[in-house]
């Protein structure tokens, strides 16, 4: 996956669609892929807006968080911090 796609894109590419262009049409006139106007359609759908979800993990979560203290408190004694 690669980097979200500016929203002035995105909300032509939704306009476009809206005037009763088909997602292909609409992923050949910008030239982006058809899943990416699928998705994107989808999302609008759902939340509302067309902003990109947000990506990774939430905060919080993954293999060093139970020792997330131990390392702010040893990056504060060493002065990394």
Known sequence: MGKPLPMALRERVAGYVDEGHGHREAARHFRISP?????????????????????????????LAPHAAFVRRRMAETGEL
């Open 35 to 63: 899943r990416f106007v699928n998705e994107l359609m989808k999302l609008r759908r759902e939340t509302g807006s067309l902003e990109p979800r947000r990506q990774g993990h939430a905060p919080g979560v993954g293999k």
